[in-house]
Each structure stands twice: as structure tokens, then as C-alpha cells.
């Protein structure tokens, strides 16, 4: 395995409008290209421009492919629609989550897997060795797509500048194919910043005419290029996990709170699908008595919360920090943190995050910490 970092199509682009550039999974990405803040502040007010094309994309087709995907995957994908999207998770079969996805179904007997940068190899394994004895094929697209987001409350008009796709008519976590400035795209419209916006999967070739066009759309209404720093505020707001944070092989979807994104009563492979022994018995945990429960925590002070801090009550730790970032939106340092059950409950009083020795004051509250209003 080359230890070289990869490049996305958009590059040189990047580097021309001065990002600085970062090592994220295995691929050098725009970190920021000027101020962080001003990008955050941009996507929830105006409208961002992003270049995922880190994510990795795996298709899925066949006549068995929505029978592989039940078993491989813990959500119910037959009863997913063509053109329609779901967000679901694989996990191993102790239950231990192996990564969050978002599965499109592009045709009859096609799907695209849509998953995280550091886990599209283990993903594409996973698939490959869980269709064995299943008519249906899965291939590594992972060279085959750019994907671009524009995020943000104008992204919509910023779209219908460069495309006559029904955009009206595409509901959240759907996908439909055409044309966006003179280039073929998938666009679907999922979003990770907790605003309105579009992910537009497309040939390489055409990242850059189609970025340059997005850029000149946008100008009027001040859409600004925007990098991981700002994505990871976005999301961290809106209360959306990352994996390797808020995800491990260590927890299930139960333990995570996500564990709606299990489906026991799918319309096949009910019973056999990966990890559902082991899903179940940890559905009834959390039930009967909830382990740690995932959280948010407002600074009342102005340091800032990292992932591994502990959190603490009267000197015990009662639970540790996922991700920690200063809020643009709310103007303080922000947290989500797996806190034990009998300190998880909003209003919580007397816990503390222990930065450097110090045990900060910080409020509990609901996730997420930004809703827009619709």
C-alpha cells in the first residue's frame, strides 16, 4: 500500500485558490481556503461549494442485489424506491459498526453504496465476501465518480441556474439523473451540515467544468468554496455522526442511539441478515438499561472540548468527549459525548469536561444544537 496521499480531479483547482490542504483517509484534502468561520457562516446563511470525491462509491446490480444488500446491511433496503436513497449501516456480526451509508437505488436491480473515505475498503470486502451464493455483482466505482456539494439555504437557485432537472420535485435523501452544466450527473440531495443542498455525482473529467459553473452560478448570491474544517462544524451543529467518533467497530447502532437504522422485520433476509443476533440482544440492552447515551454539551465557559476528554460529575467521569469544535452558530464551544444514562438528561447539573486538569462547566443538551427552520 503506497503511503502517497490520493488526488481528487479538483486538485489543481484547489491549490489555485489557495486551500490548505490536508491528509484526510488516505487523500489530500482541502482543509480551508481562507477562514473557517466565514465558510460555516456562509453554508448556513448563503451556500458553500464541496469536493467529496474522497467518498467512496461501490455499485451493486444483479438480480439478487436488494437480497445481498438485506443481508449485508442492517436497514430494510427493499423498500427503497428507484430514485429514492436510505441512510443505513454494515456491522460485523458481533453487532460493532463497520461503517454508516447511504444506499441509492439508481435501477430495478441497481443500487449505489455510498461510503465513508477510511472505510470504502472495508466496505467493498465486506460486500464482496457477503455475496458469495448471491446472484448479483458488486464493483468497485470508486475511480468512476467526482462527487460536489453545494450546501447551504440559495443552493437550490444556484442549481436551477445550471440544470432544467426537476429539482422541486427531488425530496430529501433522493436521487435523480441529468444534466448540470452540459455534464451528466446523478443528483441527489442528502446533505451532512444540517441545511438544504445537493451531492452531484459525476465523471471526473467533468469535476471541473462543473465546479467552475456551480462557482459562476453562485457568485451572485455569495457562495463561497469550502473545505473539511467547516463540514466537520456543519455537522457537528446539526448533530450528524462521523465515523470514527461517534461510530466504532466498539459500539452498535443501539449504543450509538441510531438504532432505528436496524430493520428486524425486513421483507427478506429477515433473520439472517450480518450481525442480527447480536443487534437484537443489544436492542433489549438498551432498552431494559441504556449503557451511555450519545449527548450534546454547551460550553458555559470559552475552552474547547476535544475528542478522548473525559467528562465528569463531582470528580467521577461519567463519560468521554466524540467531537468538540468551537460553534460559529451559537457562538460557544460545542461537544457531543457518550455520557452515562443517569447524567444524559437535558439540564443535567454538575457536569464538566476535564481539559487539562481543569473540569470545565458545560450544560447538557439535545442533539442536535442547529435546526434550520424549513
Known amino acids: 500500500m503506497s503511503n502517497t496521499p490520493r488526488h481528487t480531479a479538483l486538485d489543481a483547482l484547489h491549490r489555485d485558490l489557495g486551500a490548505t490542504m490536508t491528509d484526510f483517509a488516505g487523500w489530500d484534502m482541502p482543509l480551508r ?44 433496503i427493499g423498500s427503497v424506491g428507484v430514485g429514492r436513497a436510505r441512510y443505513t449501516m454494515i456491522c460485523q456480526a458481533d453487532g460493532g459498526i463497520l ?140 448533530g450528524m455522526p462521523l465515523y470514527g467518533h461517534e461510530l466504532t467497530t466498539a459500539l452498535t447502532p443501539f449504543d450509538a442511539g441510531l438504532g432505528r437504522v436496524v430493520k428486524f422485520d425486513k421483507t427478506t433476509h429477515a433473520d439472517d441478515f450480518v450481525g442480527v443476533e447480536a443487534l437484537r440482544a443489544a436492542a433489549e440492552r438498551a432498552e431494559s438499561a441504556p449503557p451511555r447515551k450519545l449527548v450534546g454539551l454547551i460550553a458555559e465557559g470559552r475552552r474547547v472540548p476535544r475528542a478522548g476528554m473525559s467528562v465528569v460529575v463531582g470528580g467521577e467521569v461519567v463519560g468521554e468527549v466524540t467531537s468538540g469544535a468551537p460553534s460559529p452558530t451559537l457562538g460557544k464551544p460545542i461537544a457531543m459525548a457518550y455520557v452515562d444514562a443517569a447524567h444524559a438528561a437535558p439540564g443535567t447539573a454538575g457536569v464538566g469536561v476535564d481539559i487539562r486538569g481543569t473540569h470545565e462547566p458545560y450544560e447538557v443538551v439535545a442533539l442536535p444544537f442547529y435546526k434550520r427552520q424549513k
Not at 455525482?201 to 474544517?229: K, Y
Request: hydrophobic share 45%; net charge negative; with cysteine.
Open 33 to 76: 481556503y481562507a477562514s473557517e468561520r466565514d465558510e460555516h457562516n456562509a453554508v448556513r446563511t448563503r451556500a458553500g461549494l464541496f469536493d467529496l470525491s474522497h467518498m467512496g462509491e461501490i455499485t451493486v446490480f444483479g438480480p439478487a442485489a436488494v437480497d445481498l444488500l438485506n443481508h449485508a446491511l442492517v436497514g430494510n
Open 99 to 238: 461503517d454508516d451509508l447511504i444506499v441509492y437505488r439508481l435501477q430495478d436491480q441497481e443500487y449505489m453504496v455510498v461510503a465513508n473515505a477510511g472505510n470504502a475498503q472495508v466496505v467493498l470486502d465486506a460486500l464482496t465476501a457477503r455475496a458469495d451464493g448471491f446472484d448479483a455483482v458488486v464493483r468497485d466505482d470508486r475511480d468512476a465518480y467526482a462527487l460536489i456539494a453545494v450546501q447551504g439555504p440559495e443552493s437550490p437557485g444556484i442549481l436551477k441556474a445550471v440544470t432544467d432537472a426537476d429539482l422541486d420535485g427531488l425530496k430529501y435523501y433522493a436521487g435523480l439523473p441529468g444534466t448540470v452544466a452540459g455534464v451528466p450527473a446523478l443528483i441527489a440531495r442528502t446533505g451532512y451540515t444540517g441545511e438544504d443542498g445537493f451531492e452531484l455525482f459525476v465523471a471526473p473529467e467533468h469535476a471541473e467544468q462543473l465546479w467552475r459553473a456551480l462557482t459562476e452560478a453562485g457568485a451572485p448570491v455569495g457562495l463561497v468554496p469550502c473545505g473539511l474544517s467547516c463540514r466537520d462544524t456543519l455537522r457537528l451543529e446539526a
